[in-house]
């Protein structure tokens, strides 16, 4: 009933034009601001997707994952231990300030200096040094092989004077394609730095955080947003597809959603009890019921086409082992059928909580007494991040490169140097990592992460869910966006938009 009523009031809505919007500005809903524009600091979803309209790095990714030059125009790697990159000239920052070799080194200096405690320091810890040779060549000297190192260099450069500074989460200085005009509350306000003069082009973009899916919904059929992205409650989907004025457009993802674990805790220590989680999650039945059965199931980070995934057994649904488990783990249900409690930390989006509860639905059942403790996405992160957890879920975003496990299993890479939040720590897997992350050849880095793989899949280190869809939602006035597997929103900024007359 309550489905029905919201479908009511999105017809009425959508039956009303919106007020006429100002030409070139496209409104973008978000489930969440992004919690710094720093590139020396972001990690989240949110700020990784608007950064990449105001930073760029030496290199970028495209759409294949490959590497392509950026900011450098060519570079060389004459030995395991160098390489050396020819910056491309006439770049300005967008405070008019001409991009040197300089800015580079200071932003990866900045990056690994402790005192900055920047948490992408953990990805750069083969770095021995970064010189500048001239105006336009940066030298970077390692100090182990790195075969992962170019992949991350695609980083946001900042200029000399800001990257050394402490982190500036709200104002930034880039030299990205759009520069920051105004971020007030849960408004984001971007402007292209060479205003494009075709009419039709996204001069401005304004990003605008509204908290609650159905809300978004409600928006973009009245006309108040152009454009969302995920975070959709799916029983809405057929009803905006039958709507001729909203485009509907969806594709996998490298998106990998998981259940976080605290492997210090008391109870969750035991790979049994870990275990016992993962059997008790009937994860056909939560995507069916919750994500209109769009997610593809998980068993690691990467998806199964990539060169580097390894093919693990399947985790099926049966609450009957995961019973026996908790026995043999030393955690027998007491008089009321209670065998011990947990609290589950998630952020106030609406399917998150509902993932979150019927998860802990499912692991009531057999036993475990499961408190949803849901935060605003700040205060949220902030406490995974430092590990104040037992359990959470979240998504790693945008995955291509295999050393994301090295990043996510490294004993070195407990937080803040790394995304090990689970406090992980095995001397085999941090050999194979350290190994697959200096050899260069692809078959022996995909036999090493595979044995990672197997291994992080054997001690339920996190417990995997599925790759999430890519769902995008456009409103008439904006045409040829493409959804991308990493789900970012670049191509908003190649998009075409219609006056704002509806």
Same mark, same amino acid.
């Given at each position: 009933?309550?489905?029905?009523?919201?479908?009511?009031?999105?017809?009425?809505?959508?039956?009303?034009?919106?007020?006429?919007?100002?030409?070139?500005?496209?409104?973008?809903?978000?489930?969440?601001?992004?919690?710094?524009?720093?590139?020396?600091?972001?990690?989240?979803?949110?700020?990784?997707?608007?950064?990449?309209?105001?930073?760029?790095?030496?290199?970028?990714?495209?759409?294949?994952?490959?590497?392509?030059?950026?900011?450098?125009?060519?570079?060389?790697?004459?030995?395991?231990?160098?390489?050396?990159?020819?910056?491309?000239?006439?770049?300005?920052?967008?405070?008019?300030?001409?991009?040197? %070799?300089?800015?580079?080194?200071?932003?990866?200096?900045?990056?690994? %200096?402790?005192?900055?405690?920047?948490?992408?320091?953990?990805?750069?810890?083969?770095?021995?040094?970064?010189?500048?040779?001239?105006?336009?060549?940066?030298?970077?000297?390692?100090?182990?092989?790195?075969?992962?190192?170019?992949?991350?260099?695609?980083?946001?450069?900042?200029?000399?004077?800001?990257?050394?500074?402490?982190?500036?989460?709200?104002?930034?200085?880039?030299?990205?394609?759009?520069?920051?005009?105004?971020?007030? %509350?849960?408004?984001?306000?971007?402007?292209?730095?060479?205003?494009?003069?075709?009419?039709?082009?996204?001069?401005?973009?304004?990003?605008?955080?509204?908290?609650?899916?159905?809300?978004?919904?409600?928006?973009?059929?009245?006309?108040?947003?152009?454009?969302?992205?995920?975070?959709?409650?799916?029983?809405?989907?057929?009803?905006? &597809?039958?709507?001729?004025?909203?485009?509907?457009?969806? &594709?996998?993802?490298?998106?990998?959603?998981?259940?976080?674990?605290?492997?210090?805790?008391?109870?969750?220590?035991?790979?049994?009890? &870990?275990?016992?989680?993962?059997?008790?999650?009937?994860?056909?039945?939560?995507?069916?019921?919750?994500?209109?059965?769009?997610?593809?199931?998980?068993?690691?980070?990467?998806?199964?086409?990539?060169?580097?995934?390894?093919?693990?057994?399947?985790?099926?649904?049966?609450?009957?082992?995961?019973?026996?488990?908790?026995?043999?783990?030393?955690?027998?249900?007491?008089?009321?059928?209670?065998?011990?409690?947990?609290?589950?930390?998630?952020?106030?989006?609406?399917?998150?909580?509902?993932?979150?509860?019927?998860?802990?639905?499912?692991?009531?059942?057999?036993?475990?007494?499961?408190?949803?403790?849901?935060?605003?996405?700040?205060?949220?992160?902030?406490?995974?991040?430092?590990?104040?957890?037992?359990?959470?879920?979240?998504?790693?975003?945008?995955?291509?490169?295999?050393?994301?496990?090295?990043?996510?299993?490294?004993?070195?890479?407990?937080?803040?140097?790394?995304?090990?939040?689970?406090?992980?720590?095995?001397?085999?897997?941090?050999?194979?990592?350290?190994?697959?992350?200096?050899?260069?050849?692809?078959?022996?880095?995909?036999?090493?992460?595979?044995?990672?793989?197997?291994?992080?899949?054997?001690?339920?280190?996190?417990?995997?869910?599925?790759?999430?869809?890519?769902?995008?939602?456009?409103?008439?006035?904006?045409?040829?966006?493409?959804?991308?597997?990493?789900?970012?929103?670049?191509?908003?900024?190649?998009?075409?938009?219609?006056?704002?007359?509806?």
């Amino acid at each position: 009933m309550i489905r029905a009523a919201w479908v009511t009031v999105l017809l009425l809505l959508s039956c009303h034009a919106g007020s006429a919007q100002p030409d070139q500005l496209l409104r973008v809903g978000m489930a969440q601001m992004p919690i710094s524009l720093d590139p020396r600091y972001a990690t989240d979803a949110s700020s990784m997707h608007i950064q990449q309209f105001l930073h760029r790095g030496l290199v970028h990714l495209d759409e294949h994952f490959e590497v392509q030059p950026d900011l450098a125009v060519r570079w060389e790697h004459p030995s395991q231990l160098q390489w050396r990159f020819w910056l491309r000239p006439g770049i300005h920052f967008h405070d008019g300030s001409v991009l040197s %070799s300089a800015d580079v080194v200071a932003t990866l200096r900045g990056i690994l %200096s402790n005192k900055l405690a920047s948490p992408l320091k953990g990805g750069f810890a083969a770095v021995e040094r970064v010189e500048a040779q001239g105006e336009d060549q940066v030298l970077i000297t390692l100090n182990k092989p790195d075969a992962s190192l170019l992949t991350r260099l695609n980083v946001g450069i900042l200029p000399e004077a800001l990257a050394m500074a402490p982190q500036r989460a709200r104002n930034t200085i880039g030299c990205g394609p759009y520069r920051l005009v105004r971020w007030q %509350s849960n408004e984001l306000d971007l402007a292209r730095v060479q205003p494009d003069v075709d009419k039709q082009a996204v001069n401005h973009i304004r990003f605008v955080e509204v908290k609650d899916p159905v809300t978004r919904m409600l928006k973009i059929a009245r006309g108040e947003l152009d454009f969302i992205q995920n975070d959709l409650p799916p029983y809405l989907l057929p009803y905006l &597809r039958r709507q001729p004025a909203i485009h509907i457009q969806t &594709r996998p993802s490298t998106t990998f959603s998981y259940i976080g674990l605290n492997l210090h805790d008391r109870f969750l220590q035991d790979v049994r009890v &870990r275990q016992a989680l993962a059997l008790a999650l009937d994860r056909d039945q939560l995507k069916r019921a919750l994500f209109a059965d769009l997610p593809e199931l998980a068993e690691t980070v990467l998806t199964p086409d990539h060169w580097a995934a390894a093919k693990l057994p399947v985790d099926r649904f049966d609450p009957g082992r995961a019973t026996e488990l908790l026995d043999q783990a030393g955690f027998p249900a007491n008089a009321e059928g209670v065998r011990f409690s947990l609290t589950y930390r998630t952020s106030t989006d609406p399917t998150r909580i509902r993932l979150a509860t019927a998860i802990a639905s499912m692991w009531e059942k057999i036993g475990i007494k499961v408190s949803v403790e849901s935060l605003e996405w700040g205060g949220f992160y902030a406490r995974i991040k430092s590990g104040d957890f037992q359990v959470f879920s979240l998504s790693w975003v945008g995955i291509s490169d295999p050393d994301i496990y090295r990043w996510i299993l490294h004993s070195s890479m407990w937080p803040p140097s790394g995304a090990n939040r689970g406090r992980y720590s095995n001397k085999q897997v941090d050999d194979w990592l350290d190994r697959a992350s200096a050899s260069q050849n692809q078959l022996e880095r995909q036999r090493l992460y595979g044995l990672v793989q197997r291994k992080m899949h054997d001690d339920m280190v996190y417990i995997p869910l599925w790759y999430e869809p890519v769902i995008a939602v456009s409103g008439p006035r904006i045409h040829g966006f493409r959804p991308q597997a990493d789900g970012s929103l670049f191509g908003l900024s190649q998009a075409s938009l219609e006056d704002g007359r509806q």
